[in-house]
């Protein structure tokens, strides 16, 4: 069965301050990994994809098949990072679905 | 740019009336997908379509059913509401192996 744990509902940093949004998966396969982010108001949108990677607006993710980890990562945070994040994992063969996790708030602070 | 489009922003039905959610896509993607989105358990899978007047079950189907008569077209039915059905609801689509678009969502409330 394919899951998706993100540990935090809520990470609160500080302009300028590095961000780390912690993704686990489960998954027997080979998994494509996702992080989708959505702003105050705004539709749910794909922010990076393991496969293309390359950096979206400062964030970066590698994929750890070792420690089954896809973690978002930016240096320094800026104010209008503050969204809710979702790491989604999809399947080769699954037709396209994804399973996404609980999502995390990210809040920063000036 | 891609578009996926719901029929409401905001509906209030009663319990046990009959609902449609409506998601309409205009880049002729195969794939479409209803999810609902709650807080603390993200999104979660209704119903997807692969392909006109196909459908498949998703991680939670329970009370609900779907339609896809049209490649553009796909809807959700709640064939009698219940309050535990009040949620954000979120349309998406996607060709064969691209990344998931979504619509705005439309918020049900059941009363």
């Known amino acids: 069965a394919q899951r998706v744990t993100q540990p935090e509902k809520l990470l609160s940093v500080f302009k300028g301050a590095p961000v780390e949004l912690k993704c686990n998966y489960s998954?027997?396969?080979?998994?494509?990994l996702f992080w989708y982010v959505q702003y105050s108001r705004q539709r749910l949108q794909l922010l990076l994809r393991h496969i293309s990677r390359e950096s979206i607006k400062g964030f970066t993710a590698d994929l750890n098949k070792g420690e089954t980890s896809f973690h978002l990562k930016k240096p320094f945070a800026q104010e209008e990072d503050s969204a809710m994040y979702y790491c989604a994992l999809g399947a080769v063969r699954g037709g396209n679905k994804l399973t996404f996790g609980t999502g995390t708030q990210l809040k920063v602070e000036l | 740019d891609v578009k996926v489009t719901q029929s409401s922003r905001y509906l209030v039905k009663r319990t046990g009336e009959k609902v449609f959610l409506e998601c309409v896509q205009d880049m002729d993607h195969e794939n479409m997908f209803w999810y609902r989105q709650d807080p603390g358990l993200g999104l979660r899978l209704i119903y997807f379509s692969y392909d006109v007047k196909m459908k498949e079950k998703g991680d939670i189907p329970e009370g609900y059913s779907v339609s896809r008569e049209k490649k553009e077209r796909f809807s959700l039915i709640l064939e009698s509401a219940s309050t535990n059905q009040t949620s954000m609801y979120l349309c998406a689509s996607s060709s064969v192996a691209d990344e998931q678009f979504f619509g705005p969502g439309t918020r049900l409330t059941v009363l």
């Open positions: 998954y027997s396969g080979s998994p494509e």
